[in-house]
């Protein structure tokens, strides 16, 4: 694996800069660039005949008292465990991601040099360009990325935070907020499937949570069958809440080593469970291997909001959850494993891999 440039001591990661995907597809050659040829994923069996979709829950079926309540709660606890992706619906958040949809769309449109004013510094993840590049030979995806923490407030870089639309800044506090707030939600509905205390699970992703977001954009590509617009990989996160931006299909799970095309429902949020959330569960839950893929003649804009605890939150298996069994994964902070998340190149699961404990047999 290509070694990455030195880490600057305050920031968790850094990328190399490469050429502008947008750019690339507006120029409509007729070979593309060759590091972005990746053959190898058009020959993976995809389910694509609408057999098989994920599980849809109703948040308003999911509040306190509410007629079937018990039912949904179980259906939450199942797709947790035995999908790892799940469509949120009646999440009462509409308004604000319409906002946000809107704006990100106007953003992307923004010709490159006003778009590259908020470029990813050489020795950070943050702001435009791209995430997981380390080496001058590495294949790469078909896509463009702005990345940015968004919580804790403190930590907020403003510097690399877009002033076009001028309504951009406002728009993705507010964003925030309320994603924040349905992850909230999700986490304390999480913490009765899993018969953990309540708290002892919700409140590491409160307060000074970690909190971040990835615009995608995916350009079109004439030879989509050659491209990947994001590696298989899995979230490093606790859960990860996606919103199309628009109507173009591109994310697929992997479903019994097949790839499930996601449809998304209208209104709904696209929540899958990470790394952590797998960790802190001593593997209750899973977090599931994913993808993008390229469409040949309309570009894809998805954003997806990472929630995790704060830095110095030493992350492992809760331990009312491993009384009556082993742990099955090391202990480390939530920087130390985000670190060793954004050093590597996305490869499926192996870092998680790495981190369950062998027992002999």
């Not at 079926?61 to 709660?73: A, F, N, S």
């Not at 997806?304 to 491993?322: R, S, W």
Request: hydrophobic share 40%; aromatic share 8%.
């Amino acid at each position: 694996m290509a070694t990455p440039k030195a880490l600057a001591t305050n920031n968790l990661g850094s990328s190399l800069a490469v050429e502008n995907v947008q750019l690339l597809a507006s120029e409509n050659f007729k070979n593309i660039p060759p590091r972005y040829v990746r053959p190898e994923f058009d020959s993976e069996e995809v389910l694509d005949d609408g057999s098989i979709e994920i599980p849809v829950i109703d948040m308003n079926k999911l509040g306190t008292g509410q007629l079937g309540y018990d039912e949904e709660l179980q259906k939450l606890h199942l797709a947790c465990k035995d999908w790892g992706f799940f469509q949120l619906i009646n999440h009462g958040g509409m308004e604000i991601i319409e906002k946000m949809k809107a704006v990100t769309e106007q953003f992307f449109k923004l010709p490159l040099e006003e778009k590259m004013e908020w470029a990813q510094p050489p020795d950070d993840i943050e702001g435009y360009g791209h995430l997981f590049v380390f080496s001058e030979d590495q294949k790469l995806d078909w896509a463009d990325v702005f990345f940015l923490y968004l919580l804790p407030v403190s930590q907020r870089k403003m510097r690399l935070w877009p002033e076009k639309p001028a309504s951009f800044r406002s728009t993705l506090d507010e964003y925030s907020k309320e994603i924040h707030r349905i992850s909230m939600s999700l986490f304390r509905l999480i913490e009765i499937n899993l018969g953990v205390e309540r708290g002892n699970l919700s409140r590491l992703f409160d307060q000074d949570c970690k909190q971040g977001i990835r615009l995608n954009y995916y350009p079109p590509c004439n030879h989509a069958n050659k491209v990947i617009g994001l590696s298989p990989h899995s979230d490093a996160v606790g859960l990860t809440l996606l919103v199309q931006v628009n109507d173009i299909q591109g994310l697929q799970m992997k479903k019994n080593d097949k790839w499930l095309p996601i449809r998304p429902a209208p209104g709904a949020i696209i929540v899958n469970i990470g790394d952590m959330l797998e960790i802190m569960s001593n593997g209750e839950y899973s977090s599931i291997e994913h993808r993008a893929v390229v469409n040949y003649e309309i570009e894809r804009i998805s954003l997806a909001t990472f929630q995790m605890p704060d830095l110095a939150t030493m992350l492992g298996p809760l331990p009312e959850l491993v009384n009556e069994n082993q742990p099955k994964f090391v202990k480390m902070s939530i920087e130390e494993f985000l670190r060793l998340n954004l050093r590597n190149t996305l490869d499926g699961k192996r870092l998680l891999n790495e981190m369950k404990i062998k027992y002999d047999q």
